[in-house]
């Protein structure tokens, strides 16, 4: 049904019309671009690319959010500003996805081979690729699309293959066989940071070693993982553990396999986990790989990178290894190894992408060297290049780089910037080339390309100066790099920002961005993080449905503060819907009254009222303050002043209070300075409120008078010393809270908001006596107040009445002749006895040990909290009928 119009705007605020209008009209007039303007100053920002096989949840929209608040504000201020998108490759995720597809046309990437599957994942990328970006599209985010940029397209794979190659001639990438993280699901190798480590319930087996040469002596071991004993090629002990100091240096038989194992002290060992003794897998566990370099000790190899028991494992060969496990453990039973097992819980790492829990395994992969690359991405953070928002976080990052461990950056997958490393089937030269190799160098044989593709981290690493064009000296790297701030979640500091701090620093010779701006996790309203398992997620676009975007964001950054995280509560987006309504409400109101209004006129400073002079000084208050909190990057709490000012005072004060002036005709030049005032701080307070919604501001600022083709490209309202005026703030926070202390006695005696009441206010002070004398009209109006008599002594104080004080104003209403004492009094006794009839349902209820014994905790509880809530209800029932007794 089509809406009736006033000045172009509907009577009911429809957030979808208004979003697809809107955002259609700032694209097709190219108001996200940014072109090169060296003589402009810059403010740029590269998104966090989202998976190509995402869609939008709760995390990406506080975070794009937040980057569009930022973006659109600095637009405003004058920067040439850039906000840089694209997606993320995704390897492992995306060929998983591709994968799930051939699987159901019952087939396997190897049936179609290398070069068809990578067609295949390219295709599947050309369907779905662009779901993420149009849903970021409904959120609002105000990216320069034509500049959007993938971590595989062209410009970034040479921007990929020149850093390999540089790493590498420089000895700062190299290629060893060490132990590594496994995912026996996706089959490929993983770097320490993409293994999430999660406590779990498992047991710790306590199995016997027989001391060579001896029928009765054992050393005993205690183990999370009896599969990997079959591995075992030593035992290890504490140099200063007086209970093996003896038996160091001889040889321990291995249970069920028969190999001699040599028992080594080594001071890794903690004397105090289990028996003090451990067993030494190198193949099979990280810590033990170094033990076993320390001591000679040999490699071996017992489970498959598919997760079975490799082949020369005797009976277990073939099995899974927890199949194995359970098998084993029985073995060791019945041959009379296993000593006991014990209840322990302990941390099991799984795989950050399919939760499977991984395998240390030996295997020859690429390494970079990051101890020379990360102390100066640590210096550029202490020495204040870089700052992190909040500061705290510093510190978490400092302390991982301090610690690091060489990154493992092959994946044995097809998806993915593919390792330029060539070999030689006649001569074994490796080739590392920036061009394709075609023939060895050396000895001109065939060569075959690694079959490996690298990490993605590593593309994704290079991405605040490879989306500019490096390695090409690009206008765009000279005026947006360094970029101004990232803002991304603290669980990924090390999984990106890091690299990207390491890897700026070692090719641009700068810092990749000024400010880290770290945000929080979205939780749900049990403060439980949103995830599939638990069914507890909440979809942005359906709320985006449902109440628009504006709402949505809104609701995502008030209450919000730097890297805390936050809670979603429906009631918060039906509030930030609220919020928008009264926006809309209130704004259709002014411009129902801008009748007549010429935008050409300005008032002398002499013909504004209190009124006017107290919101513009409270409009120019809140641009200072939310500006200052903007480039502070508290988003959050400029968000709430915005809110506060326009909801609470412009909305719910001045409004009412130019309301008469709007009606009378008669006083035209008072009525074209309230239009003026109405028109000018509900225009620039739009302004302020644009960054974070958006669309309802442009459509509302489109129908007031202004200049410029939107919104967003309007200047950002600056504080105008002149409005500042501490003096009438004061005054008329006085008057309003005069009538807000009416209202709440008129309301607490229940007289009909029609009926006008006697107000008396005794002011001490002479100057105040006459500055609320002469603005006394606001509170007969506000306050349904007449007549309002005003005192300096104690003389005429009628003794009936009910009193209140504010700032220098006692506040008398008097009650006789305003309330019908019997029928108050007879509508009062009607409420009390109402309430005597529940006090004495419930307490039949609560002295009943059939219900008590029988019913919830919750239920009772309810009851209880309604008992006392009616008990209070009842006392103040009497207190009142006792005060109208004396009238």
Known sequence: ?????????????????VEAKWYKFWEDNRLFHAEVAPEEQAFSIVIPPPNVTGQLHMGHALDETLQDILIRFKRMQGYNTLWMPGTDHAGIATQIKVEEVLAQEGKTRYDLGREAFIDRVWDWKAQYGSRIINQLKRLGASCDWERERFTMDEGCSQAVREVFVTLYEQGLIYQGTRITNWCPRCNTALSDIEVEHEEKPGHLYHVRYL????????????????????????????????????????????????????????????????????????????????????????EIVVINPDGTMAADTGKYAGMDRYECRKVLVNDLKEQGYLVKIDEHSHAVGQCQRCSTVVEPLISKQWFVKMEPLAKPAIEAVNSGQIQFV???????????????????????????????????????????????????????GKVEQDPDVLDTWFSSGLWPFSTMGWPQATAELQQFYPTSVLVTGYDIIFFWVARMIMMGLKFQENIPFKHVFIHGLVRDSQGRKMSKSLGNGIDPLEVIDKYGADTLRFMLITGNTPGNDMRFYWERVES????????????????????????????????????????????????LDATRNLEHFEL???????????????????????KSRLYNKDEAVSRKVAQYVLSFVLSNTLKLLHPFMPFITEAIWQNLPHRGISIMTATWPREDEKLANHQDEQLMNVIMETIKSVRNMRAEVNVHPGKKSQVILKIASGELKDQIEANAAYIKTLAVAEPITILTGRDDIPENAMTAVVSGVEIYLPLKGLIDVEKETARLNKELNSLDKELARISGKLNNPGFTAKAPADVIEKEKTKQAEYLEKQAAIKERLAYLAHL
């Open 576 to 623: 930030s819907r609220n919020f928008a309504n009264k926006i809309w409400n209130a704004s259709r109101f002014v411009l129902m009254n801008l009748e007549g209004f010429d935008s050409n006129f300005k008032p002398d400073a002499n013909q504004f009222t209190l009124a006017d002079r107290w919101i513009l000084s409270r409009y120019n208050a809140t641009i």
């Open 1 to 17: 049904m089509e809406q009736e119009q006033i000045n172009n705007i509907s009577t009911v605020y429809d957030p979808q019309a």
């Open 211 to 298: 001391v060579e040469g001896t029928d009765d002596e054992y050393v005993t071991v205690a183990t999370t993982r009896p599969e990997t004993i079959l591995g075992d090629s030593g035992v290890a002990v504490h140099p200063e553990d007086q209970r093996y100091k003896r038996l160091v240096g001889k040889y321990l038989i291995l249970p069920l396999i028969g190999r001699r194992l040599p028992l080594v002290a080594d001071e890794y060992v903690d004397p105090s986990f289990g028996t003090g003794a451990v067993k030494v897998t190198p193949a099979h566990d990280p810590n033990d790989f170094e033990m076993g370099l320390r001591h000679k000790l040999a």
């Open 390 to 444: 909040p500061e705290r976080f510093t510190k978490i990052y400092t302390n991982w780089l301090e610690n690091i461990r060489d990154w493992c950056i092959s994946r044995q997958i097809w998806w993915g910037h593919r390792i330029p490393a060539w070999y030689c089937e006649d001569c074994g030269e490796v080739t590392v080339s920036r061009e394709d190799v075609t023939a060895c160098p050396k000895c001109g």
């Open 636 to 658: 959050g709490e400029a968000a709430r002043l915005i809110y506060e000012f326009i909801w609470d005072e412009f909305c719910d004060w001045y409004i009412e209070l130019a």
